[in-house]
């Protein structure tokens, strides 16, 4: 586990300058760039962090990369350190920015996206607040959380989480048995490892399921 990514930390991107400042907790600072050097080690255990549960995620920040470097992107794509730099600034552009009192980042693999008023929302074609793209996965912001449910389970997980429906309630809603939903919901709270639903409603709190 890096030592960066066990911290709270904010982060405050100007991607057009092409730079990042991330402040921890504890006020200490760093900057990322997009040279390749400058808070590098950041940019790798911060990707990698994002991998695990924001596959999709970088996936569109990089084909938003792409939009954004034109003809040097292939260029840049085998400069292995610089690449990973614009990734990541794009990703921390996309989903972090906010000035609030909920930090980016809380701890290990808990990232708390948020709407980031982007100038480019409405024109983007990865605008994952957009309703147009309720089905696509591949998006910027407002990405999807990616934690090992299938896309039934994540459906019903999202009504757990963000509703106060009953058991039999989101049965109705789902259009089955009592006893599938039950079902379920232990293979839910087995995959994410917690034994009732105000635990998972802890685990999943601002996390886009669907």
């Known amino acids: ?42 940019v790798e255990e911060y990707l990698d962090e994002m991998k695990k549960n924001y596959p999709s995620h970088l996936v569109a920040a990089d084909q938003l990369l792409q ?29 972090f920015g906010r000035e609030d009192d909920i930090p980016d980042h809380e701890g290990p693999e808990d990232f708390n996206t948020e709407n980031t008023h982007c100038p480019m929302r409405y024109n983007c074609p990865f605008n994952g607040f957009n309703p147009a793209f309720n089905d696509k996965k591949e998006v910027c912001c407002n990405p999807v959380y990616e934690c090992g449910l299938t896309p039934t389970q994540a459906a019903v997980a999202n009504m757990l989480v963000n509703t106060s429906l009953t058991y039999e309630e989101i049965a109705d809603e789902m259009g089955c048995s009592y006893s599938n939903i039950d079902n379920m919901r232990k293979r839910i709270f087995a995959k994410l490892g917690v034994a009732t639903r105000p635990e998972l409603m802890l685990t999943l709190k601002g996390k886009r399921l669907v």
Request: charged fraction near 30%; proline fraction near 0%.
């Open 1 to 42: 586990m890096g030592y960066m990514l066990e911290r709270q930390w904010e982060a405050h991107t100007r991607i057009q300058d092409g730079f990042s400042r991330i402040v921890f907790e504890d006020g200490e600072e760093i900057t990322v760039k997009n040279d390749g050097k400058t808070g590098i080690d950041f």
């Open 67 to 95: 939009m954004r470097l034109g003809r040097s992107y292939k260029t840049i794509r085998n400069l292995r350190s610089r690449y990973l730099s614009e990734l990541a600034l794009v990703s921390l552009n996309c989903c």
